[in-house]
């Protein structure tokens, strides 16, 4: 399984940017897909998660109401749409396949596939 993430960048405060992850469609279809960031001396937390198959959703708190993860068929891309960002959503973001139960599905150590970071960087 092979994840590649892309679309950070340098932006200011109330600002949009849109993180892609890219996979072969067989992978969207047999994983789940989390999206995750590490800010510096923090641990790597889920940030947002979207199922395979009926493509439920999750947010953690900090993030709910301002980010939005889907699914692109067309483009096999899983995307976090982030939306009036802050300074504390700078960090390395992550994606990342698991095919465990919905249950543990937000749980970061089932998480077995990791795309490369990118960075975003929210300037105050």
């Given at each position: 399984v092979q994840l590649q993430a892309s679309g950070g960048g340098l932006v200011q405060t109330g600002g949009s940017l849109r993180l892609s992850c890219a996979a072969s469609a067989r992978t969207f279809i047999n994983y789940h897909i989390g999206w995750f960031r590490q800010a510096p001396g923090k641990e790597r937390e889920i940030v947002a998660r979207i199922t395979r198959g009926a493509g439920k959703t999750y947010y953690t708190d900090t993030v709910a109401g301002r980010f939005t993860?889907?699914?692109d068929s067309a483009k096999n891309t899983v995307d976090l749409q982030m939306n009036s960002l802050k300074p504390e959503d700078t960090a390395v973001y992550y994606c990342?396949?698991?095919?465990?139960?919905?249950?543990?599905?937000?749980?970061?150590?089932?998480?077995r596939y990791w795309g490369q970071g990118t960075q975003v960087t929210v300037s105050s």
């Open positions: 993860i889907s699914r990342a396949a698991s095919s465990v139960a919905l249950s543990s599905s937000t749980v970061i150590r089932y998480y």
